[in-house]
């Protein structure tokens, strides 16, 4: 129904950037209806919450722990949400997630309830 294919993860050293991409697509689901969010988990770790972006982009909310690096973003043209990271730490290494929102045009950040996810995309930064 919904696809979620990531991509941009890799390797990069500390300090440095990365963009990753989620593009959507599906038979019922219309992009521009749905807030879009990035997760992410480490090994040994559940998965977090990273960042949040409403349906028409206007708020988004973000991870303590990326607050002032990281950047979420979306082209509702392009059916595709991004996440620019920059500063990026050791303890940012993990798998990045995707996930669309369950219900439509939610008006708060807070109350995101992912109904589909991607694979994921790696993302190591070394020391």
């Known amino acids: 129904q919904v696809q979620l294919v990531e991509s941009g993860g890799g390797l990069v050293q500390a300090g440095g950037s990365l963009r990753l991409s989620c593009a959507a697509s599906?038979?019922?689901?219309?992009?521009?209806?749905?807030?879009m969010g990035w997760f992410r988990q480490a090994p040994g770790k559940e998965r977090e919450f990273v960042a949040v972006?409403?349906?028409?982009?206007?708020?988004?909310n973000y991870a303590d722990s990326v607050k002032g690096r990281f950047t979420i973003s979306r082209d509702n043209a392009e059916n595709t949400v991004y996440l620019q990271m920059n500063s990026l730490k050791p303890e940012d290494t993990a798998v990045y997630y995707c996930?669309?929102?369950?219900?439509?045009?939610?008006?708060?950040?807070?109350?995101?309830?992912?109904?589909?996810w991607g694979q994921g995309t790696q993302v190591t930064v070394s020391s």
């Open positions: 972006i409403t349906w028409n982009g206007r708020s988004t």
């Open positions: 996930a669309s929102d369950s219900q439509t045009f939610r008006w708060g950040t807070w109350d995101f309830d992912a109904g589909s």
């Open positions: 599906g038979r019922t689901f219309t992009f521009s209806k749905y807030a």
